[in-house]
C-alpha cells in the first residue's frame, strides 16, 4: 500500500504534518474530509509494495472456530504470537494455516494484528478488521473475537438454511433434466424409426410429434450449438454484472422477483441488522459501522440506500429517515432503530431485527420449499406425459386406420 506525507489544516486554522497509508490520494484526502480537515499538501513517498501472495477464501466455518479459540487463548493471557502459532498448526485448513503463519511472522515483527489480516483481503473481511482494530483500540480483542465469533456462527446458519432449502428442489430439478434428456435424445428416434417402417411420412404426423422429433435432431446434430448458446450466456451474464450498472440491475430485479425477491430482501436485512449490530456493540463509530455493513449487505440498491443514510448522519440527520426513506426498510425496521436511537440501545435493537428476520426467513424457506417440491414433480409429469402423448399419437391414428379398413372389408 503506497504511504503519503501529508499537511492538512484543522479546524481552528492550524497546520499539522505527518505520514499515512492508502490505496489512492482520493481515499486519503476523502478520510481528512470526514473527519473536517483540509488536506493543504499530499506527497507520495513510498510507492505500492508487490502484491501481497494470496492462499485463497477460508469457509466461514473455520474462521469462527478460529475466532473462538482464539478469544479464549487471549483471554487466558497467551500472547498473539504464540495463540496465532498454536491455532496454525491444530487447523484442518491448510489455506487458513498458512495464513495464520504469515500473520503471526507480521505480528511479532512489529504490525498490529488488524494491519497483518489486512493483508488477507481475500480472508479477512472489512467487517472482520474493523472489529479486530476496535477490539485493539479499546483493550478488548477478545470480547470482540467473541462477538465476531458469534456473528460468524449466525451467518453460517443462515446460509445453511438457505442451501438446506434449495437441496431437495435442485435434485429434483437435475432429476428431470436427466430424464427429459434421456428420453429426447434415446427414446424418441428410436420411436420415430418405428413410425417410419410403419410407413408413416413426416407430414401424416401430428403437430406435437413433429415437435418433439425436431426438437431431438436438433439435440442431436446441433448440440454444440446448445452447450455453446449456454456458455455465451452464462458468460455474457457475468460480464454484465462485473461491471457498476449490471450489478445494479440484476440487484433490483433480485429484489422485484415474485417470491424469491421478498425472500432476498429479508436476507439482506438479516445480515444488514445482524452486522450492524455487531459493530456497534463492539464500539465502532456509526460513521464507519455503516460503511462497512454496506459492503457487506449483499445487495448494492441497500447498500447505495445505507451511504445515503451515512452522508445524511454526517449532515447531523438521524439514522432512521434516510432509511425510511429509501422504501426499502419496512416500518417496523425504522421504528425500532428509532427507538433504539432514543434510548442509547442501537445495538440490542439491531440484533432483535435480525433475530425476527432470520426467523422470517427459515419461515419463508420452509414454506417455499413446500410450495417448490410438488410444483416441480407436477411439472415433471407434464413433461414426461407430453412426450408419451406426443410419441403414441401417431400410433393411435395407425390403429384407428386399421380397424376401420377391417370394418370396410366385413
Known amino acids: 500500500m503506497p504511504v503519503y506525507s ?17 490505496d489512492s490520494e482520493e481515499i486519503l484526502r476523502k478520510r481528512f474530509e470526514e473527519q473536517g480537515f483540509t488536506i493543504t499538501e499530499l506527497t507520495m513517498i ?35 504470537v504464540r495463540c496465532l502459532d498454536v491455532l496454525g498448526h491444530q487447523t484442518s485448513d491448510p489455506k487458513l494455516r498458512k495464513i495464520l503463519s504469515d500473520i503471526g511472522e507480521r505480528v511479532e515483527g512489529g504490525e498490529s494484528l488488524s494491519r497483518a489480516m489486512q493483508r488477507h483481503p481475500k480472508t479477512f473481511s472489512n467487517l472482520f478488521i474493523g472489529l479486530i482494530k476496535a477490539g485493539e483500540v479499546g483493550g478488548v480483542l477478545e470480547e470482540s473475537l467473541q462477538r465476531l465469533s458469534h456473528f460468524l456462527e449466525k451467518d453460517v446458519e443462515l446460509r445453511r438454511k438457505v442451501k438446506s432449502a434449495m437441496t431437495y428442489p435442485t435434485l429434483v430439478a437435475i432429476m428431470a433434466v436427466g430424464i427429459t434428456t434421456f428420453l429426447v435424445v434415446w427414446f424418441v428416434p428410436q420411436w420415430a424409426a418405428i413410425l417410419t417402417d410403419l410407413g408413416l411420412k ?48 440484476a440487484d433490483r430485479v433480485r429484489l422485484k422477483l415474485p417470491v424469491f425477491g421478498k425472500l432476498h430482501h429479508k436476507v439482506c436485512l438479516a445480515r444488514f441488522s ?69 434510548s442509547g440501545s442501537l445495538d440490542f435493537m439491531l440484533q432483535k431485527i435480525a433475530d425476527f428476520y432470520e426467523a422470517e426467513v427459515e419461515a419463508a424457506l420452509a414454506s417455499l420449499t413446500a410450495a417448490i417440491e410438488p410444483l416441480m414433480i407436477v411439472s415433471l409429469g407434464f413433461v414426461v406425459g407430453f412426450i408419451v402423448i406426443a410419441m403414441f399419437l401417431p400410433l393411435v391414428d395407425v390403429i384407428s386406420k386399421l380397424s376401420s379398413g377391417e370394418g370396410d372389408d366385413k
Open 46 to 80: 513510498k510507492a505500492r509494495s508487490p502484491r501481497q501472495k494470496q492462499y485463497g477464501k477460508v469457509k466461514l466455518g473455520h474462521l469462527s472456530v478460529f475466532c473462538r479459540q482464539f478469544s479464549t487463548m487471549v483471554d487466558a493471557g497467551v500472547s498473539l
Open 202 to 249: 413426416a407430414d401424416q404426423l401430428p403437430w406435437p410429434t413433429k415437435f418433439l422429433i425436431d426438437v431431438s435432431n436438433a439435440i442431436q446434430h446441433s448440440w454444440y450449438f446448445v452447450l455453446g448458446g449456454i456458455a455465451l450466456i452464462v458468460v455474457a451474464y457475468r460480464m454484465f454484472v462485473s461491471t457498476r450498472f449490471g450489478r445494479r440491475v
Open 6 to 22: 501529508y499537511t492538512f489544516r484543522d479546524a481552528s486554522g492550524g497546520t499539522q504534518k505527518g505520514t499515512a497509508d492508502a
Open 274 to 342: 445482524r452486522t450492524m449490530g455487531t459493530l456497534l456493540t463492539s464500539g465502532v463509530p456509526i460513521l464507519q459501522a455503516i460503511e462497512t455493513v454496506a459492503g457487506t449487505v449483499g445487495n448494492t440498491i441497500m447498500s447505495d440506500a445505507l451511504m445515503e443514510a451515512r452522508a445524511r448522519i454526517r449532515e447531523g440527520d438521524r439514522i432512521g429517515d434516510p432509511l425510511e426513506n429509501s422504501k426499502l426498510f419496512p416500518p417496523m425496521v425504522v421504528h425500532m432503530i428509532g427507538i433504539g436511537e432514543e
